[in-house]
Every structure is written in C-alpha cells, then in structure tokens.
C-alpha cells in the first residue's frame, strides 16, 4: 500500500518568513494530493490539492509543488502570519477502484510574532 | 462547521468494555470514513465505506468494526479486541467515492480506556 512520510514534525519561523513542508509517497500510481491544515482543538480541513497532470499550484500566500519523478510534494507558505500556526497534514491517493487517502504524520507549525 | 456530527464528545470505558461512536452527516455524501489520531502518527484509516451498505478496512482495523445501514450514518465499534483504544477519533464524509473529494471532518471523540 501507500506509504507518505512528511517532514518536519515541528517546524518554527518568524512572522514575515517563509515555511516549507516536504512529503514523499511510495506509490507511482497516486495521483492526488491534497493538504489539511488542523488547527488547536478542531477539525483537519482542505486548503489545497493538487493533481499529478500539474507541477505546481497556488492560491494566495499558500503554493504546492510536485514532482513525479521523485515521488515527492511540497507545501510552501509566504508572509507566514500568527494564524497559519496548525498542523498541517499532507496526502496521497490513487483515484483509482477503492480510493482511499493516506496521510502523512503532520507537521506542527508555529508562526512566532 | 455544520453537516457531519460525532458524539459523544468525550468517551470513558472500562476495560474490556466494547463502546460505539457516532457519526452523523446531512450532506448527502456517499463516502464515509473513520479516522484514528494519535500524537506523531497523523490520522490512520480504520474503516471507510463508499455507498449505503457496503465498507472496506482501513489500514488499522483490527479490533473495531462499523456498520453503514444509512446515508446518513457510520457507526464504529471499539471492541476489548483493540489493544490500545485510547484516541482520538475523527469520522469525515466526502461527496463521492472519488479521492479527488475534498473530506468533511467531524469534531472527534475523544475516547479514554480507564
């Protein structure tokens, strides 16, 4: 089955600077990626995704990266702000027959004013 | 935050008790999940299930078990089977079957085994 592993699990950064949250997956078939910020005390929600037929996807301060061939996605974060502390969860899925998601173990981010 | 509802909040069991959680949803979706959160261990699939009637296991379902008899609702069971019970557990629901779905999360139960 599928394996993501993601790192940091921690990571700390001043407000203004950039934060970036690395993730590998082990199955060539998958073929989306999606992101979940999970602030303190509620629930994962989808900030992001992206598709294995694009390399790269922004929405505002928040772009993801993919690269295929090394099996590996990214999430960046500009001009971090004190709201973007969370844990942030990246994902991989086959869309194909039972699709399920597997998560990686999360990234804690503090964004330090 | 509305649509998909886990009770109760907080959860206490004996020892060698079997407990169930609820989880609820008004959105019409098809596909519902069941997630265990553990520190440093992200969330790992127990159980999901793509229409009415029908489940799969996850990665980790050893010791609980589900039902989908409804749309709306994805009961799971923690047996005494399960080892280590104490979690928190998140239910989530998606549109359709398909992984391109965004999830929908519960709030999650927090389940402690005294």
């Known amino acids: 089955g599928e394996n993501v592993e993601q790192h940091p699990s921690t990571l700390s950064v001043q407000e203004g600077d950039s934060a970036v949250i690395k993730c590998t997956y082990s199955d060539s078939a998958s073929n989306y990626f999606p992101w979940y910020k999970q602030e303190l005390g509620k629930r994962p929600q989808l900030i992001i995704d992206i598709r294995s037929n694009v390399g790269e996807k922004k929405d505002q301060r928040i772009a993801v990266t993919l690269n295929k061939t090394a099996k590996h996605f990214s999430l960046h974060i500009t001009e971090t702000q004190p709201e973007d502390s969370a844990v942030y969860f990246c994902?991989?899925?086959?869309?194909?027959?039972?699709?399920?998601?597997?998560f990686g173990t999360g990234t804690k981010l503090q964004v330090i004013p | 935050d509305g649509g998909i509802t886990q009770s109760p909040k907080y959860l206490f069991r004996k020892e060698g008790q079997n407990v169930t959680l609820s989880c609820e949803q008004n959105l019409n979706h098809d596909a519902m999940y069941w997630y265990r959160q553990d520190p440093g261990q992200g969330l790992r699939l127990i159980y999901y299930?793509?229409?009415?009637?029908?489940?799969q296991k996850g990665d980790i379902a050893e010791g609980y078990s589900v039902s989908r008899e409804k749309k709306e609702s994805f009961p799971l069971t923690v047996t005494s089977a399960q080892k280590n019970p104490t979690a928190f557990y998140l239910c989530?629901?998606?549109?359709?079957?398909?992984?391109?779905?965004?999830?929908?999360f519960g709030p999650g139960t927090r389940l402690t085994v005294l």
């Open positions: 994902a991989a899925s086959n869309t194909g027959g039972y699709q399920k998601v597997t």
């Open positions: 299930s793509q229409i009415v009637n029908d489940f």
């Open positions: 989530a629901s998606s549109i359709g079957g398909s992984a391109y779905n965004e999830q929908f």
